[in-house]
């Protein structure tokens, strides 16, 4: 029963750490929530921040579906066998470890925290912490967890959401790239040379 419900805890957790606590503590330390969506950017950024809210709604209906009314789910790998509890395991350690990275690098930006691209505004640049071995660690945290998600609720969706959130992630990575680029120039462009987009050492510029 308790597996049943961590698909979900993962997924309420990034919600609550991005969508409650980081704002408020972005409020206390610097008088502001830092959460830009629907505010700045064209057509394109506001698609892709409406994209945002419904990959998160349907990660969490998928969830909640999985852990009250597991007979509504059809899984890719029989649930007695071997192989599910492999995955089971699996992706239990990848949402644990997703969620603690993804807090993580939450902290790392400190007051340069944000939520959307604030364009025109020149927070500060962080390069430190988690942020000296991946140019987008959040991202990183978000997609281990999703990706252990459909390691233990391996169905046609999750894995089809885990497809669309890193397309989707890769094109809101390049948007904030194109936005650093233009506000840091040189010295966005040096440490993009040297750090990988993801994963350590891969997607350098």
Request: aromatic content about 12%; cysteine-free.
């Amino acid at each position: 029963m308790l597996w049943r419900h961590l698909p979900l805890a993962g997924i309420l957790s990034v919600i609550v750490i991005a969508g409650v606590l980081r704002p408020l503590w972005q409020f206390v330390r610097h008088g502001t929530f830092g959460v830009f969506l629907f505010r700045r950017g064209g057509a394109g950024q506001k698609l892709r921040d409406a994209l945002l809210f419904v990959l998160v709604t349907a990660y969490a209906a998928h969830a909640l579906t999985g852990a009250r009314q597991p007979h509504w789910v059809r899984l890719l790998v029989a649930e007695n066998g071997p192989a599910y509890e492999a995955l089971q395991v699996i992706g239990a350690g990848l949402i644990i470890g997703g969620v603690i990275l993804f807090a993580v690098a939450q902290l790392n930006l400190g007051g340069s925290w944000r939520i959307g691209i604030d364009e025109g505004s020149k927070p500060g640049m962080v390069s430190g912490g988690l942020y000296s071995i991946s140019r987008h660690p959040i991202y990183l945290g978000f997609l281990t967890v999703f990706t252990g998600y459909a390691a233990m609720l391996p169905t046609p969706l999750s894995l089809g959401l885990l497809l669309g959130a890193y397309v989707g992630f890769r094109t809101q990575a390049s948007a904030e790239e194109a936005y650093m680029l233009r506000t840091y120039g040189a010295p966005y462009r040096e440490y993009a040379r040297r750090v990988g987009r993801f994963l350590p050492g891969v997607g350098r510029l």
